[in-house]
């Protein structure tokens, strides 16, 4: 399967990847942090006569207010003024692209002045600022300090840029004199002539295009930051040299700047790598290799979730489930085609009893291999199969991050055979199963693209039309907006490419629909048409969720970790207020548990902290159990919002939460 959804860019700043929407901050509020409340330290004891539900106010009542909490609150309110911030984008303001654009080269020129052997190569804008690479000694980030302030006093002196056109032989005879090898590089890459080089002042210079702001004081050095130094290799090419990456932001206004860092140390409390290690959730294991994911029990168990709900909603809709082998013979991926276009992300092969074998990067050719089996009708079809895929694909360690990007990875793998006049159907159908997965897991904001005819294609005019007629018809049957990415598709068939987006507006590539001419006719599949004649199908690739691994990091910083019910891994703590309850909390954790209630008892400290614990590790609910409760029969149940739900009997708990849990509501 010609899918390639678990390849994203990413730097050392997670804001980078994926991109941040900016414009929808309005509508999609940040979930800020809360912080936990101040414990009261009190003495619970047998026979004291407090209440259970007394005990757990008294357990979470706050100290009377303190300078320290007139602070948060101060904290608070600003925070609430910075999400109203709409922050503009390169493609909203001119401005702000040529103030980024201008923010490079400033930076450039601040590094040559502070480090006269430092070699410039590229410096773009990018969505939330701007970077430049150099070839200089490794920096520090003390001295990204140093770097900003000789920013500041290039652009307090006003200095003019001048755009001047040279002839190539010139603009040649000018690097060679500054020897700038890397320049002289991008030099012969560029085709057309003049060349354009943009002077800040009479002091430096460098090859571009523009556009760029008049005078460097046309930039607020407030406004601007510099964040993070990163290793890339030159060209991105591991066998070149390893260069030193300055990532900077800048905005328009100093307003805009506060926004943005306030969204990125949200972006920062949502981190999927530091939720995974808090909540035990998953890990990477160094001793065992890079991109080589560990589902602990936690995030196992939410996998399972996933996978459960998965299946389901694909049999309802008519798929057949299939599992297929990790290796197959090398000869295989010859056919596919991977081995010539695909090489470079394929593991070496290994050799099996004199035969080469290969772990697979796709999923499709088995999936082809087993349509293959036996002869098919016309009236067979549509066939759709389905499958939670493992695949391998080699990335470069320094490309590696988190779940996002790693070596092994379960794709949620289908593909439709079907006739020429069933695709817009099918591809109707894949969008209402898209639809309806995705709203479960509270994606309801989608980004939709529909990528047409490249240059270089495989496949007759008529059937890319007809193709490309039935993904937009489709679409618009679905009533979903869309953009054109005119040659965007891939070589073997057009397709459909949908971003979700999350609660602080990021958009993230999930699903895909693709059309392929080009396996059908590699593994000559056909079927027989209601001439008797032989005939090929059209196939169809599609995923929804991308990769279990990537979708779990989304799902994770989503929600910040904090699970909805359904989906939450431990849905349930059971708190005694004293050891003298814990025969009462184990027959109610085993009660929980047999009816599929993801239920832990949790005991051996005091109840504030036993509180305490269940909020930071985000439990949905809490059931305390004191003398009285146990004396009654019941529970007293807090949830993790702070709300009370109260007392209730043991079954009352149980329902409620099975009802919440059917509905996938709160409780």
């Known amino acids: ?23 929808s901050l309005l509508s999609s509020p940040l979930k800020r942090c809360v912080s936990q409340p101040t414990f009261r330290a009190f003495a619970l004891s047998r026979g004291s006569g407090l209440s259970t539900s007394a005990a757990v106010a008294a357990a979470t009542e706050p100290h009377v207010s303190t300078q320290h909490d007139k602070l948060k609150e101060a904290q608070k309110e600003k925070a609430d003024k910075l999400d109203k911030v709409v922050l503009p984008s390169n493609e909203s303001s001119e401005k702000l692209l040529r103030v ?20 410039v190569t590229i410096g773009p804008w990018i969505e939330n600022g701007f970077y430049y690479d150099f070839d200089m000694e490794p920096l520090t980030d003390k001295e ?12 307090c002196r006003n200095l003019p840029l001048v755009r ?17 090898p890397y320049k002289l590089e991008i030099l012969d890459s560029i085709k057309e002539d003049p060349i354009t080089i943009y002077h800040i002042g009479d002091e430096w210079w460098d090859l571009c295009a523009g556009p760029h702001v008049e005078y460097t004081g046309k930039i607020n050095r407030k406004a601007v930051e510099l964040e993070s130094i990163a290793g890339a290799y030159w060209r991105g090419d591991e066998k070149k040299p390893m260069l030193q990456r300055i990532y900077g932001t800048a905005w328009e206004n100093e307003e805009q700047l506060q926004a943005y860092l306030h969204f990125k140390d949200e972006a920062k409390r949502r981190d999927h790598r530091r939720l995974g290690q808090v909540l035990d959730l998953f890990s990477i294991q160094n001793d065992a290799g890079g991109g080589l994911v560990f589902w602990h029990p936690k995030g196992a168990i939410v996998r399972h979730v996933i996978e459960d709900l998965w299946k389901k909603t694909h049999i309802e809709r008519g798929y057949d489930l299939l599992y297929t082998p990790h290796v197959a013979k090398a000869d295989l991926w010859q056919i596919s085609g991977h081995l010539d276009f695909y090489r470079e992300n394929m593991y070496n092969q290994m050799d099996v009893e004199d035969e080469l074998y290969q772990l697979r990067p796709m999923n499709c050719p088995y999936h082809i291999l087993i349509y293959k089996r036996k002869r098919h009708s016309y009236n067979d079809f549509p066939m759709r199969v389905a499958e939670l895929g493992t695949v391998y694909r080699y990335e470069l360690s320094g490309s590696l991050h988190g779940l996002f990007r790693v070596r092994g990875f379960t794709q ?8 020429e006049d069933q695709i817009k159907d099918e591809i109707g159908g894949v969008l209402d199963l898209t639809e309806e997965l995705l709203l479960k897991f509270g994606f309801s904001k989608y980004e939709v693209n529909l990528s047409t005819r490249p240059e270089k294609s495989v496949g007759d005019d008529d059937i890319w039309v007809k193709a490309t007629s ?18 965007g598709g891939a070589f073997y068939g057009p397709k459909i490419d949908l971003k979700i987006e999350d609660a602080l507006g990021r958009k993230w590539q999930c699903s895909t629909i693709q059309v392929d001419f080009n396996l059908p006719q590699r593994f000559d599949i056909t079927y027989i048409d209601s001439n008797s004649e032989k005939k090929r199908p059209i196939m169809i690739h599609r995923a929804v969720l991308g990769s279990l691994e990537r979708f779990f990091g989304v799902l994770i910083e989503h929600y910040a970790g904090d699970f909805p019910l359904w989906l939450s891994p431990v849905q349930a703590h059971v708190l005694p207020v004293t050891d003298t309850q814990l025969d009462y909390c184990k027959e109610l954790t085993n009660k929980l548990k047999a009816s599929g209630i993801r239920g832990e008892l949790c005991h051996g400290e005091r109840l504030p902290k036993l509180i305490r614990n269940s909020e930071m590790l985000k439990i949905p609910l809490m059931a305390v159990v004191g003398a009285k409760e146990v004396e009654s029969g019941t529970v007293t149940v807090r949830s993790r919002s702070g709300e009370d739900p109260g007392n209730m009997t043991i079954d009352d708990f149980v329902s409620r939460i099975k009802l919440a849990i059917e509905n996938r509501t709160s409780f």
């Open 144 to 155: 990204l300090k140093r770097i900003k302030k000789e920013m500041d006093r290039i652009i």
């Open 1 to 23: 399967m010609m899918l390639i959804l678990h390849r994203m860019a990413t730097s050392s700043s997670l804001l980078s990847s994926p991109l941040l929407k900016t414009s």
């Open 100 to 119: 980024r654009h201008t923010c490079a080269h400033v930076m450039a020129m601040a590094v040559q002045k502070l480090y006269p052997d430092a070699k």
């Open 412 to 419: 949620d793998d289908a593909h439709i055979f079907c006739l």
């Open 470 to 487: 039935a993904l937009r018809d489709a679409l618009e049957d679905k009533g979903w907006s869309y953009q054109i990415d005119d040659g």
């Open 164 to 180: 001047e056109e040279v002839s190539r032989e010139e603009a040649q005879r000018r690097i060679s004199a500054l020897n700038e």
